[in-house]
């Protein structure tokens, strides 16, 4: 049992030195950017319909920090400043599916083959929902969807936030605050609210990413989940349901594909895990209605094993093969700056929870 012990913590230790560095960046770049991109910002200028809207949408949602609950009240708002299905739906998809936190762990700890085609499958997915609602789901004349108040509601709550994220924020724009206000607020946001947010979530990643490592054998998953289709509709299955942030998934989904899942089967976990979970449904209706709920889900599944069929063939082809190429990037980074990184991140995260005693 101890020998047990010992090895989920090595090996998830291993996966938290490796992505610190690159987590820490992703903190800041996440901060510069709430600080001069703001979902208030976003809500302001994409509430209008049409094609260029739902381009904008998806486009806007890839690199913002904001996981499947903090989303709920942007697309809230988008939808209370007029903006159709279409937008909204496309910013619901691509926003918890990619942000540049969880851009930077891919590259990290898994290669950049996944780290291009996470967020490139997320805008393509989240710009053909924009579309697709278009098509089939425009409401009859004189119905009008309002977002609910998604600072009660259950898809807000699931994901244990506590920074505030669920409700409308009141910051001052970065004109008004001057430099070192600017500098102030964007290491606040990065290692206080979003981190502590964060941080249990992706602790928790890492430990099951550990417990996986250390209970399968190397070649499970490769005779169970080692690609096509049957293996990617029963990570639909697992995934649609289960809430997991884009960062939280990726140290698990680093360990599933050393222990021999298939590339494309892995991404169909990040891009589901992160985009839907069965206590923001009701939330999701009342922001898109019922057929733009079933749009909204079955774009989603279906691109994501399309994108994962398109990944595995682009690894058999290339003859690349993933398990070799895992998490060399981490490797450029001196061994200090991995621990110090690490240790940071712990500390900061131990602060943040006292501050909001």
């Known amino acids: 049992m101890i020998h047990f012990i010992q090895e989920v913590l090595s090996f998830s230790w291993l996966l938290f030195r490796q992505a610190a560095p690159f987590f820490v960046f992703g903190l800041v770049l996440a901060g510069v950017i709430r600080m001069f991109l703001s979902p208030e910002y976003i809500a302001r200028h994409l509430g209008r319909q049409g094609l260029s809207s739902v381009m904008k949408a998806a486009l806007a949602g890839i690199p913002l920090p904001l996981c499947s609950c903090s989303v709920l009240p942007v697309a809230a708002s988008l939808k209370k400043q007029g903006a159709d299905k279409a937008a909204v739906s496309s910013f619901l998809i691509s926003t918890p599916e990619s942000g540049v936190d969880s851009i930077l762990i891919s590259w990290a700890l898994l290669d950049p083959v996944m780290t291009v ?6 805008f393509i997915t989240a710009v053909a929902a924009g579309l697709f609602q278009n098509l089939f789901g425009k409401r009859p004349s004189g119905e009008t969807l309002v977002g609910p108040d998604v600072s009660e509601s259950p898809g807000c709550t699931s994901c244990g936030c506590s920074s505030g994220c669920c ?30 947010e964060l ?14 490592s250390a209970i399968l054998p190397q070649d499970f998953f490769s005779q169970h989940l080692g690609g096509g289709v049957e293996s990617m509709l029963l990570m639909l299955v697992v995934g649609i349901p289960l809430y997991i942030c884009a960062t939280a998934s990726t140290p698990i989904a680093a360990a599933l594909i050393l222990k021999g899942m298939s590339p494309g089967t892995a991404l169909v976990f990040l891009l589901v895990g992160p985009a839907t979970n069965v206590t923001s449904l009701s939330v999701l209706l009342g922001i898109l209605g019922r057929t733009g709920t ?4 079955a774009t989603i599944a279906v691109f994501s094993v399309v994108f994962g069929l398109i990944l595995d063939a682009f690894y058999s082809v290339s003859g690349i093969v993933p398990s070799a190429v895992m998490g060399k990037a981490a490797e ?26």
């Open 117 to 122: 085609a996470r967020p490139l499958a997320a």
């Open 167 to 196: 409700s409308a924020s009141t910051d001052e724009g970065p004109q008004k605050k001057g430099l070192l206000g600017v500098l102030k607020g964007i290491l606040n946001y990065a290692f206080f609210d979003l981190w502590e």
């Open 199 to 212: 941080a249990g979530w992706f602790f928790a990643g890492l430990l099951v990413a550990g417990i996986i």
């Open 294 to 297: 079933v749009i909204y889900l």
């Open 332 to 357: 450029i980074v001196p061994d200090g700056l991995m621990t110090s990184s690490a240790l940071l991140l712990v500390v900061m995260f131990l602060a943040a929870r006292y501050k909001s005693r």
